[in-house]
């Protein structure tokens, strides 16, 4: 039986404004660049609400564990929670880069309407995820009991730092289960169904919303608020998996075959991500536990309540700009130059507006919202809060050029600054955060930033990243943009 699309026309799209024209649940016609265009939008506009979504109900159990969690835990167990329940995206690059591969990989997949490859390319892509996903929590169960943990967390109560290290051991045995189930939504965005993804993580964060509460109920330690907010997420995350079997995207009989045909490929493109994951994480992404060493667990609890605030700008913008990766992927192997310009001007700069406009209205609130949310347990200085506006700005913006960037595959430029970037950040954080604490840290995460990655881009680099948005004539040629 054949499905009859209806053809998209110019005139038809006149009339309404963008968000109704591409929020409909019938796709655009893909035989015309404006059609496939228009069918991207409409993705990433599905993509968006459902993403708004997962990351509400994200925001929900940040919230609630925080406010429940504070008022009996205390300030150092509530550190240690907070460190271990943020220490998930920072180590994310310990899936070797091969998540990131994925999304690309099936994109290009998806663009050439084979079935067989396309099975072949996410059999062996999560085949090779699964082994390294199992090393990575042996090697983080070593990593444990090797850990002075009274030392990094600079605790003085043995209970406490039998809690933290139990909490540690919990952490390392579903850390594993939280890289392959991002690895199967990967695949869903890739495919440009980020949609389903978001729906998968929505549920998860459901469910451990129910867990949290059951848990700060029976006033459960440490490691067992862990389990009930990360390890339900993890788990329940791994549904996408059984999306994909029933799919025929998931073959275990050619397992085998598969994993030693994409290998070399996700290791090789992982690699590069893999490089920029780690100086992602290095340069600021572990900030929770540089806090911890230099000035405390006490500490952390303020910079994980600073940063919780703004991920209220944060987070929204990077929903509204995660659906663009496949997006670019696709029109990227399509040589849709015309989509990728658009695109990437409209991302950017509404993306620096909306990030000042919510940052100046959560620097505003904070100082009234903070003492009722943390039941006055934890207090965070203005200017902190002020460094985080300035760096949600500056982070938000960075992020929506990382969309173009690694949809178009310039993965090695942003593997030069951001390694320009720890040079530079370490030593300067180092420096400041012993001088000015906390403040410190955060103005040499944005000194390092703006002189390192925004100074690359802008001199240096500047043609190589602008290459995608030239026609290949002009490329020939030599000119640059």
């Known amino acids: 039986m054949t499905i009859r699309t209806p053809v998209l026309r110019a005139a038809d799209l006149k009339p309404f404004p963008a968000v109704f024209r591409h929020l409909r649940f019938t796709p655009f016609e893909t ?8 069918e991207r939008y409409r993705l990433a506009a599905w993509a968006t ?59 290009q997949a998806s663009a050439l309407s084979d079935a067989r490859n396309l099975q072949r390319v996410v059999t062996g892509g999560l085949g090779v995820l699964a082994i390294v996903s199992g090393i990575v929590s042996a090697g983080l169960l070593i990593g444990v009991w090797l850990t002075p943990w009274s030392l990094v967390f600079k605790l003085t109560d043995a209970q406490l730092t039998l809690e933290a290290t139990r909490t540690a051991i919990v952490f390392a045995l579903l850390f594993g289960v939280f890289l392959l ?35 700060v109920h029976a006033r459960v ?44 490929y996700v ?42 605030m703004f991920q209220f700008a944060s987070q929204p913008l990077a929903v509204v700009n995660a659906p663009l990766w496949a997006a670019y992927a696709d029109a990227r192997a399509r040589s849709d130059i015309d989509f990728i310009r658009r695109t990437l001007s409209r991302s950017v700069i509404l993306t620096l ?26 207090n965070v200085p203005l200017l902190v809060l002020g460094l985080f506006a300035i760096w949600t700005v500056i982070e938000a913006t960075g ?52 002189l390192t990655v925004v100074g690359l881009y802008a001199t240096v680099l500047r043609r190589v990243i602008l290459a995608p948005l030239l026609p290949l004539s002009r490329l020939e040629s030599g000119s640059a943009p």
């Open 181 to 215: 189930s991002t690895g199967f939504l990967k695949v869903l965005i890739g495919q440009q169904r980020a949609w389903e993804a978001h729906l998968v993580s929505a549920g998860a964060t459901g469910a451990a919303c129910v867990s949290l509460y059951l848990a």
């Open 353 to 378: 507006l909306a990030g000042l406009l919510l940052s100046a209205i959560l620097l505003v609130i904070s100082p009234y919202v903070i003492p009722a949310w943390t039941g006055n347990t934890v």
């Open 399 to 450: 992020n929506a050029l990382a969309m173009y960037l690694n949809g178009c595959g310039l993965v090695r430029p942003q593997v030069i600054v951001v390694t320009a970037f720890c040079i530079v950040v370490i030593p300067l954080k180092v420096m400041l955060g012993h001088l000015y604490g906390l403040a410190g840290v955060l103005s040499a995460t944005i000194i390092a930033y703006l």
């Open 267 to 308: 290791l090789r493109t992982g690699a590069l991500f893999f490089v920029l994951q780690i100086g992602t994480m290095i340069g600021w992404g572990a900030d929770s536990l540089l806090v911890a060493s230099l000035q405390g667990a006490a500490e952390v609890a303020v910079y994980a309540v600073a940063q919780r």
């Open 49 to 107: 609400l459902t993403n708004l979504l997962a990351r509400a109900l994200s925001m929900t159990l940040m919230v609630l564990g925080i406010h429940f969690a504070a008022t009996y835990l205390g300030v150092e167990r509530l550190g240690i929670w907070a460190t271990f329940g943020g220490l998930a995206a920072s180590l994310s690059f310990l899936d070797l880069g091969i998540g990131n591969a994925l999304v690309n990989r099936v994109a």
């Open 31 to 38: 035989s015309s660049h404006e059609g496939r265009a228009a």
């Open 221 to 264: 330690e440490v490691p067992g608020l862990l389990l009930a907010t990360f390890g339900t997420q993890s788990i329940v995350s791994l549904t996408a998996g059984v999306l994909l079997f029933k799919r025929g995207l998931i073959c275990f009989r050619e397992s085998s075959a598969a994993v030693n045909s994409e290998r070399s």
